[in-house]
């Protein structure tokens, strides 16, 4: 919940829009510097997560590198300042136009996922005279206990390379001269809350390191990419991810050889808990079985509950009376713009101040202009009159 002074500023915004805390942002960045960055781990943001330029640039201060999954994204991370040798670009299906543009920047490394994308990117580094750096995305067949629409690293996923073709690509590497293969990568899936996953993924990781290195190739890299979970239920006590203890499993598990180092790729335990999408009660309904409580945000901004049955923390700002079962639900036309179901919040009424929480990653990115929604301006606590 936002103290009092931000609360009345948060009040001066038109609605709905989102509210990002960079104090959050920092606090948790600092984690990453000291449980990864200052242990010689290399730390990409996964752009997809949030790509506002303000966003990026505190990032980017704090030493993380970026992770790219478009060639927009590629060029929003050149245009916010982070240099091309620290960004990563994955993607099942990077079109030639897209591969052109990081191969014209000569970007870090580019994170493959089928054979065909081998030949495509081999024969394209070619017309360009440079060698592309490539790392193989692999897939573990880890099972990321998370949302079905959000689990990755599985044979029935479209992502990554099976194990059972790995050999076939690997024969394949001595005649695409225009690549050089630098590393290994792997991404499970996303909002991993058990830490059993990854210490998976790291028994897979080794075991294949190891093979790829007998067959006589160096590997620089190991990108065990991102996925770590955020507490969406409880944002204020929990505002910065465990990061001593996730980063900690890796230095345990993974085993690196001495001209190897471990690369990660995080989203939204970076931006997730710094952002919230503050809105306003619109009317209030009394149903037959139900109370609903109308807001002016919906899908449009935050559809993370309508896609994946997320469920956000509501605050509300601006009443403290008795608390009263709500479906607080959007403007939008769709019965599935529904933020919560059943949720117990102070009694509200027409123009109480909402913070749906946890909404920096994958909030902002996904909106869109169904219903010809207006996008509002972006609020940071940095630039708030408090
Ligand atoms: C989405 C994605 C990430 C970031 O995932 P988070 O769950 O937000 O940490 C990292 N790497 C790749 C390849 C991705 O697609």
Do not use: W
Not at 112 to 138: F, I, M, P, W, Y
Not at 233 to 259: M, T, Y
């Amino acid at each position: 919940m936002y103290p009092n002074n931000v609360i009345s500023a948060l009040q001066e915004f038109k609605t709905p829009y989102f509210f990002y805390d960079l104090d959050v942002l920092r606090n948790t960045l600092e984690q990453v510097k000291k449980h990864a960055i200052s242990k010689g781990f290399h730390v990409h943001f996964a752009l997809k997560a949030n790509n506002q330029t303000r966003i990026l640039k505190v990032i980017k201060e704090a030493g993380l590198g970026a992770d790219c999954v478009s060639g927009g994204e590629v060029q929003r991370a050149i245009d916010s300042g982070f240099s091309p040798d620290e960004i990563a670009f994955a993607g099942v299906g990077k079109s030639d136009e897209e591969i052109e543009l990081g191969l014209k920047h000569d970007i870090f490394c580019f994170n493959c996922e089928s054979t065909q994308e081998l030949d495509v990117l081999n024969e394209l580094a070619g017309q360009h005279g440079n060698k592309a750096r490539v790392a193989l995305r692999l897939n573990p067949n880890v099972e990321a206990d998370t949302h079905k629409y959000i689990t990755t690293g599985l044979n029935e996923n479209k992502f990554g390379i099976n194990e059972s073709d790995l050999d076939t690509v690997l024969d394949k590497f001595p005649d695409l001269e225009n690549l050089e293969l630098i590393g290994i990568h792997f991404h499970i899936g996303s909002q991993i809350e058990k830490f059993t996953p990854f210490e998976e993924l790291c028994s897979k990781a080794n075991a294949l390191n190891s093979y790829i290195e007998d067959k006589g190739f160096k590997l620089t890299v190991i990108n065990v990419g991102g996925g770590f979970g955020i507490n969406y239920d409880h944002p204020n006590d929990h505002s910065v991810p465990d990061f001593e203890r996730f980063f900690g499993l890796f230095e345990e598990n993974i085993k690196l050889k001495n001209h190897q180092s471990l690369h990660f790729e995080l989203g939204r335990s970076v931006a997730g808990q710094c952002g919230s999408l503050i809105t306003r009660v619109l009317y209030t309904k009394e149903g037959k079985a139900k109370n609903f409580a109308i807001v002016d945000a919906g899908m449009t901004e935050l559809i993370r509950p309508a896609l994946y049955q997320a469920k956000h923390r509501i605050d509300v700002l601006t009443s403290d009376k008795g608390e009263k079962t709500y479906d607080v639900v959007g403007p939008i036309c769709e019965s599935s713009d529904t933020f919560r179901k059943d949720v117990s919040i102070p009694e509200v009424q027409r123009g109480d101040l909402i913070a749906i929480r946890s909404a920096g990653a994958y909030g902002e990115v996904m909106r869109s202009a169904y219903n010809l929604r207006e996008a509002n301006p972006s609020v940071y606590s940095d630039d708030l009159n408090t």
